[in-house]
T-cell receptor, first 115, second 111 residues
Framework: NAGVTQTPKFQVLKTGQSMTLQCAQD?????MYWYRQDPGMGLRLIYY???????DKGEVPNGYNVSRLNKREFSLRLESAAPSQTSVYFC??????????????FGPGTRLLVL | QKEVEQDPGPLSVPEGAIVSLNCTYS??????FMWYRQYSRKGPELLMY????GNKEDGRFTAQVDKSSKYISLFIRDSQPSDSATYLC???????????FGSGTRLLVRP
């Protein structure tokens, strides 16, 4: 039982390049999330998916797109990377979107540097 | 003004000390109060949570919420070097999925 896994662990991009961050969970959770973590800012929600087939914007969605490929996988795409997107990206999952079982479990993160 | 404020630290204490970590928040609608622990270069993990006001104890950890003053605390008794990490508070409303994370307090427990 690996929990939440993310690939890659670290990536360097040039401005304007695109890339997809991958996330998978093996806990049979319905809801999945993408966050970014910047110094002094805490974790901020980029996008979330309440269930397979649905996605919604979070607090900071500009410059990102997501795909909920199936119940296990939730990917985050940067179409044209900018230096402001340099950050640590975390994927998380929870059993449900709301209710007592909504504890979010986090992956190990992807460190992204945009030059 | 941020919805959730935390002193970034670092807070450095000797092993065995009692540690107090604190958050203040502005939204009186918050009902669930989570504490996450994040080790260096790792993802956050849920440590414990409380619902509404009061105390909750789990081993060496006690979470306390005072809704009248919008103040959240996490106490660690008999602190250990393995407690060295960043502690994030994250309250949320009863009707919402959304966690509002503080920026975290870095704790260093010296052997």
């Amino acid at each position: 039982n690996a929990g939440v896994t993310q690939t890659p662990k670290f990536q360097v991009l040039k401005t304007g390049q695109s890339m997809t961050l991958q996330c998978a969970q093996d806990m049979n959770h319905n809801s999945m999330y993408w966050y970014r973590q910047d110094p002094g800012m805490g974790l901020r929600l980029i996008y979330y998916s309440a269930s397979e087939g649905t996605t919604d914007k979070g607090e900071v969605p500009n410059g990102y797109n997501v795909s909920r490929l199936n119940k296990r996988e939730f990917s985050l795409r940067l179409e044209s990377a900018a230096p402001s997107q340099t950050s640590v990206y975390f994927c998380a999952s929870s059993e449900a979107l709301r209710g007592p079982q909504e504890t979010q479990y986090f992956g190990p993160g992807t460190r992204l540097l945009v030059l | 003004q941020k919805e959730v404020e935390q002193d970034p630290g670092p807070l450095s204490v000797p092993e065995g000390a009692i540690v107090s970590l604190n958050c203040t928040y502005s939204n009186s609608a918050f009902q669930y109060f989570m504490w996450y622990r994040q080790y260096s270069r790792k993802g956050p993990e849920l440590l414990m949570y409380t619902y509404s006001s009061g105390n909750k104890e789990d081993g060496r950890f006690t979470a306390q919420v005072d809704k009248s003053s919008k103040y959240i605390s996490l106490f660690i008794r008999d602190s250990q070097p393995s407690d060295s990490a960043t502690y994030l508070c994250a309250p949320r409303m009863d009707s919402s999925y959304k966690l509002i994370f503080g920026s975290g307090t870095r704790l260093l427990v010296r052997p």
